[in-house]
Structures are given as C-alpha cells and as structure tokens.
C-alpha cells in the first residue's frame, strides 16, 4: 500500500475520522474486487491532495471495526465528515466519481 493512504486499526480510527473529511476503504489482501480499488484510491489522493483522507481498513485484521459499521461485502467505502458517517458505496468505484464526492 502506498504512503499516499492511511492504514487504519482500532488503535487510530476513532481519532482519523473525528474531524474532516475521510473516505475509508474495508477490504482484505484476498479479495479481487478490493485490489482493483487499491490503485484508483491512489489517483484520486493524487488528485485530492490535502482535501481529505483516504484511509484503508483490513477486515481480516479488524474484524470489529468492520462489523461496528455493518460491512458485509468488500471493497466498501465509507466517508465520514467530522466523525459522522454520511454515505456508503459497495463494490469498485470510479475515479472521477470518487474525486467528484472528495471535493464537493
């Protein structure tokens, strides 16, 4: 995973996502779908810069963070804005749709 997004664990979430905006990707090392997301995550922290934070969390080793907010299928992303979870997306997501809801 590149330095360009945040690992996240029980240890961190809580902190990273308390204040502005933060789009947090569930996925496992397994999981075909999650590795074609991986590098559009990427390009849209690229395009992004400083705007938010792109962060990811590992179901298999975060289990309880992963049923905390109800994700049952991966890749899910989740953006929080100043703690408080405002949307959901399930499957890959697109780029430009992604860069387009970071910067709105």
């Not at 789009?23 to 992004?48: M, N, R, Y």
């Amino acid at each position: 995973m590149s330095e360009k997004l945040k690992e996240l664990t029980a240890d961190n979430f809580a902190s990273t996502i308390a204040a502005g905006t933060v789009l947090v990707d569930f996925w496992a090392p397994w999981c075909g779908p999650c590795k074609l997301q991986t590098p559009i995550l990427e390009k849209v922290a690229d395009k992004i810069g400083d705007k938010a934070v792109i962060a990811k969390v590992n179901v298999d080793e975060s289990p309880a963070l992963a049923a905390q907010f109800g994700v049952r299928s991966i890749p899910t992303l989740i953006l929080f804005k100043d703690g408080e979870k405002v949307r959901d997306f399930i499957g890959v997501q697109q780029e430009a749709a992604l860069v387009d809801l970071l910067t709105a």
